[in-house]
């Protein structure tokens, strides 16, 4: 089987492999980008195309008493779980509970703070570099409330997000129909970020990046990255057309990173919070020109190059379990009773995988007992928001230059 010498193999054409393989190959190195599947074709091609730079405070885990018995009857539109598979969840649960209290968070908050503050900047650098400006939108978010009480306290948290220096505008109705004349009423009012940017497809973000990486030299290959084993010095990995060795490995696998580390004695706490989109037409001549979150019912419609894009909460189940229709079939109609929703452009929706820390946090930096391996997962509801900041961070560790921040928080024995 013929053989192929590189610095650095990447495992995972995601936005953070992608990422990471563009900002090692500008440090100098060769590199070798391996999946199963094309670049932005698993986790990065469903979400909501936000760089979620309002984002200062992790997605925790609820913890008043009202919230959970909500939850707990599973009727909700923003979670629903497998009743069979909560019994193999709940010790993770449990974990990501006791990391939700208020200082912990605080701390969680603390540490991705210097990723979130970056997010816009390093999109910037690699989009303006591939030449895709035209899939980005600078027009910011809406967070879209059905009652005055849920505006009320949206607009409260966003005051007490002021030492942050975040941009926003509090919207009344009259103020909401100005700027998205075909919601519904049933909208009563909205919080308008301003500081994020969305992204009109973004897996093709994604293959425009992996198509930078290519035109400057690097190589990607078709290969099972659960063939990863060490190899003398350093690894190798078996591709399609043949083995790529390497000093030095990128485990950027998202949900399957531990697929791959188990073999070599890693136990990597995380679980999946699985989410679907499916795309519709707008009818009688409506339109939306920013995403919405309906934040009362837990859903983002987003206007996309297919069409209008609707995305789900979270699905707690196995990772590789059947999808379920009922989120979908949830927020489905909850859209429309928003927009007027028209045939979705799918015949079936996608179904993608969080890959989620209990202490919302990603892993970022060298595996503690095997040299030349490193790693970057993890990025919860944030992945694409952070692929550029997270592969600067781990192309400077890798290749011991100075980083730009404290990597201590994301190291996997943190």
């Not at 399609?240 to 697929?259: I, N, Q």
């Not at 995403?291 to 419609?301: L, R, T, Y």
């Not at 015949?347 to 995988?353: A, H, L, T, Y």
């Amino acid at each position: 089987m013929p053989r192929m010498k590189t610095d650095v193999i990447v495992l995972g054409a995601g936005i953070i492999g992608v990422s990471t393989a563009l900002h090692l190959q500008a440090r100098g190195r060769s590199v070798t980008l391996l999946d199963r599947r094309g670049p932005g074709e698993e986790t990065s091609y469903g979400n909501a195309g936000l760089i979620e730079r309002a984002s200062v405070i992790p997605y925790a885990f609820p913890r008043d008493w009202r919230s959970l018995l909500r939850y707990a009857g599973n009727q909700t539109p923003d979670v629903s779980y497998h009743p069979r598979f909560l019994p193999r969840i709940a010790p993770w649960l449990l974990r990501y509970w006791w990391h939700s209290a208020p200082s912990r968070l605080a701390r969680a908050a603390a540490a991705m703070l210097p990723l979130i503050e970056r997010s816009v900047a390093e999109h910037d650098a690699l989009k303006d570099a591939a030449g895709i400006g035209h899939l980005f939108r600078r027009n910011g978010w809406i967070d879209g409330m059905r009652t005055q009480q849920s505006l009320d306290r949206a607009a409260a948290e966003a005051a007490a997000l002021a030492p942050y220096g975040l941009d926003y505008q509090v919207l009344d109705r009259q103020g909401l129909t100005a700027l998205e004349p075909s919601l519904s009423p049933r909208m009563v009012g909205a919080i308008h970020w301003r500081d994020p940017v969305n992204v009109s497809d973004p897996g093709a973000v994604a293959r425009g990046y992996a198509a930078l990486f290519q035109q400057r030299g690097g190589a990607l290959a078709r290969g099972d990255a659960r063939s990863l084993e060490a190899a003398g010095s350093g690894w190798q990995v078996k591709g399609v057309t043949g083995r790529v060795e390497a000093p030095d490995v990128v485990v950027a696998l998202g949900p399957w990173s531990p697929d791959v580390l188990r073999p070599l004695g890693y136990r990597i706490p995380m679980a999946v919070k699985r989410g679907y989109h499916q795309h519709f037409a707008l009818e009688d001549g409506a339109a939306l020109s920013h995403p919405v979150a309906d934040i009362d019912s837990g859903f983002v419609v987003s206007p996309m190059t297919l069409g209008l894009r609707l995305t789900t909460g979270a699905e707690f189940a196995a990772r590789d379990a059947p999808p379920s229709p009922i989120q979908i079939e949830r927020t489905r109609a909850l859209a429309a009773q928003l927009l007027p929703l028209g045939e979705a452009v799918e015949k079936k929706p996608w179904m993608g995988c969080r890959p989620c820390m209990p202490d919302m946090r990603p892993v970022i930096g060298a595996a503690p007992r095997h040299r030349g391996l490193w790693l970057a997962f993890g990025h919860a509801h944030h992945g694409f928001t952070l692929g550029p900041v997270t592969g600067k961070l781990l192309a400077c560790l890798v290749t011991g230059q100075e980083p730009e921040m404290d990597p201590a928080p994301y190291a996997l024995n943190r």
